[in-house]
């Protein structure tokens, strides 16, 4: 599991699907879902969307980059996308995530 977690960690931002991922490490896609989601408790995609936030964060404390840059730079397809997906782990946008760090 560390070498797939290594592998994902340096491509999150590319395009990935599970099934690429099962196949590059040799297992169905099936049973790669399955191993995933009992190793790591989330799913595969629950864990890519959690990285990928993760590191948007970061970009959005640490540069002046838009909303639209960071989430192609972190690996979504599109800004709505990366929205969507923000909004679900922060219960708000990203705009609003990056104005309320320079409050005060």
Not at 3 to 19: D, G, M, P, S
Not at 53 to 74: C, F, H, N, P, R
Request: proline share 1%; aromatic share 20%.
């Amino acid at each position: 599991m560390k070498e797939i977690l290594n592998y994902l960690h340096a491509n999150f931002n590319h395009e990935i699907y599970l099934y690429q991922i099962a196949n590059y490490f040799g297992y169905s896609r099936e049973y790669f879902s399955r191993m995933f989601k009992k190793e790591i408790g989330l799913s595969f995609k629950q864990y890519l969307d959690k990285y990928r936030i993760e590191k948007a964060i970061q970009l959005l404390k640490s540069t002046d980059k838009s909303i639209l840059e960071i989430g192609y730079e972190v690996g979504f397809s599109n800004e709505n996308q990366f929205i969507y997906t923000f909004k679900k782990h922060y219960k708000m946008t990203p705009g609003k995530f990056k104005k309320s760090l320079f409050k005060d």
